[in-house]
């Protein structure tokens, strides 16, 4: 087994913990807790300095997909769904019903929410972008309100929207 290591980055939402091998990235996660920040870390993975580098891309309008090597353990549904997520286009959004069906199954859009959910790595496989049905901004372990900030940042890039501030 690959040495765990982790990091930390201040991006414009917020902390973001990096967390990953050698290999790959297991975990991207906002930290709005200062207890949840642990010291002493082990050190940083070339793949995590990768992530870091692609993450300020991102921030700054000039990444819309991430490259950097991810893994995250879970069932073949889970590895489905979570599939699929990274198949969304930046600056696009796609409804829970969507998604369940795009995976085969219509009827699994409550099953689709809890993997939703359950995803580790924000941002690079893009939960934020699954909305319902009706076009309203559910849940997202972030915050509704960088779900918000996520979507627009990515329609303001995709559409070549340009703000001074």
Not at 12 to 39: A, C, M, R, W
């Amino acid at each position: 087994m690959s040495e765990l290591y982790y990091t930390y980055y201040q991006s414009p939402i917020g902390l973001l913990k990096i967390g990953g091998t050698d290999h790959y990235i297991s975990e991207l996660s906002f930290i709005d807790n200062p207890d949840q920040v642990t010291h002493g870390e082990p050190g940083i993975s070339e793949v995590m300095h990768q992530c870091t580098e692609e993450l300020i891309e991102f921030f700054n309008g000039k990444r819309r997909q991430f490259d950097i090597p991810v893994h995250q353990p879970g069932t073949q549904f889970q590895q489905n769904v979570w599939g699929e997520l990274i198949n969304i286009p930046f600056g696009k959004t796609m409804s829970y019903l969507e998604l369940s069906t795009k995976i085969g199954d219509p009827k699994a859009i409550r099953a689709v929410a809890a993997t939703n959910g359950k995803n580790k790595i924000a941002l690079i496989v893009p939960c934020h972008r699954v909305i319902g049905s009706d076009k309203t901004l559910v849940g997202y372990a972030g915050g509704v309100w960088r779900k918000k900030w996520l979507l627009q940042h990515e329609f303001r890039i995709a559409n070549g929207i340009q703000t001074l501030f």
